[in-house]
């Protein structure tokens, strides 16, 4: 079991910059891919950004390319997205998960933080 306890998240005027993190705890392990998560009202929760365990490699959704960057300290148990020039549209909870290598869905959820982005 895993669990994720996110932080970060508050009010901003667009065009600022926010840090989310996510702190592991529980059966932790290097060798679980991360993920952020995002759900605004009335919307799906779509995937923004993850990167996996082994090379780190790492994945945006096409709206936060250039803008966020996704970051994993393994000796911390921490995944970090840093956003910046933040828009209006990206105001949602943002969520991170956690997934073994070898599963297809994440399966570790945070309780969510709440990111306001004003114009």
């Known amino acids: 079991q895993v669990q994720l306890v996110e932080s970060g998240g508050g009010s901003v005027q667009a065009g600022g910059s926010l840090r989310l993190s996510c702190a592991a705890s529980g059966s932790t392990s290097s060798n679980y891919d991360m993920a952020w998560f995002r759900q605004a009202p009335g919307n799906d929760r779509e995937l923004v950004a993850f990167v996996k365990w082994r090379y780190s490699w790492t994945s945006y959704e096409d709206s936060v390319k250039g803008r966020f960057i996704i970051s994993r300290d393994d000796a911390k148990n921490t995944v970090y997205l840093q956003m910046n020039s933040l828009k209006p549209e990206d105001t949602a909870v943002y969520y991170c998960?956690?997934?073994?290598?070898?599963?297809?869905?994440?399966?570790?959820w945070g309780q969510g933080t709440q990111v306001t982005v004003s114009s």
């Open positions: 998960a956690a997934k073994t290598m070898y599963a297809t869905t994440y399966d570790y």
